[in-house]
């Protein structure tokens, strides 16, 4: 089998790995696999494919690495992801919603919803504002709008 074809093949099985793990590091070693199998196409010897398989990894992880990590895990306080992105939101009502359930339309998306209060009651058609999820439940309150 040509020696470019077992880097490729490592190449791939470091990246299958890196989705299981997902801490960027068997991704630059994949990398480094990469920079192995090009000197290989190139005719290079084994000794040079190694060396080129360890510099090329090394210098991944020690500069790539840190860089991508801090992007991927880098966040401002204010900066809402998931479903905090819908609180403050407004949605229709398209059935009656109390305090012990009912639905929301909120754009192509229909929700469970629940008001916030035990007296609270919307009728459908009515706009209420979401004022946070709880699950796959949407607790609501008046629109005020």
């Given at each position: 089998?040509?020696?470019w074809?077992?880097?490729?093949?490592?190449?791939?099985?470091?990246?299958?790995?890196?989705?299981?793990?997902?801490?960027l590091?068997?991704?630059?070693?994949?990398?480094?696999?990469?920079?192995?199998?090009?000197?290989?196409?190139?005719?290079?010897?084994?000794?040079?494919?190694?060396?080129?398989?360890?510099?090329?990894?090394?210098?991944?992880?020690?500069?790539v690495?840190?860089?991508?990590?801090?992007?991927?895990?880098?966040?401002?306080?204010l900066?809402?992801?998931?479903?905090d992105?819908?609180?403050?939101?407004t949605?229709?009502?398209?059935?009656?919603?109390?305090?012990?359930?009912g639905?929301?339309?909120?754009?192509?998306?229909?929700?469970?919803?629940?008001s916030?209060?035990?007296?609270?009651?919307f009728?459908?058609?009515?706009?209420?504002?979401?004022?946070?999820?709880?699950?796959?439940?949407?607790?609501?309150?008046?629109a005020?709008e």
């Open positions: 089998m040509a020696a074809l077992l880097w490729l093949i490592g190449a791939g099985l470091l990246a299958v790995g890196e989705v299981m793990t997902l801490d590091m068997l991704l630059m070693l994949a990398g480094g696999a990469l920079g192995g199998m090009t000197v290989a196409l190139l005719g290079g010897a084994a000794i040079l494919q190694i060396v080129t398989f360890i510099v090329v990894s090394g210098v991944l992880l020690a500069l690495r840190p860089i991508a990590t801090k992007h991927l895990t880098n966040r401002t306080p900066q809402l992801d998931g479903v992105t819908l609180i403050g939101k949605a229709k009502v398209t059935a009656d919603v109390d305090s012990s359930g639905r929301i339309r909120l754009g192509a998306d229909e929700w469970t919803a629940r916030q209060h035990g007296g609270e009651s009728a459908v058609g009515e706009t209420v504002r979401i004022l946070q999820v709880d699950g796959a439940t949407a607790i609501v309150g008046d005020l």
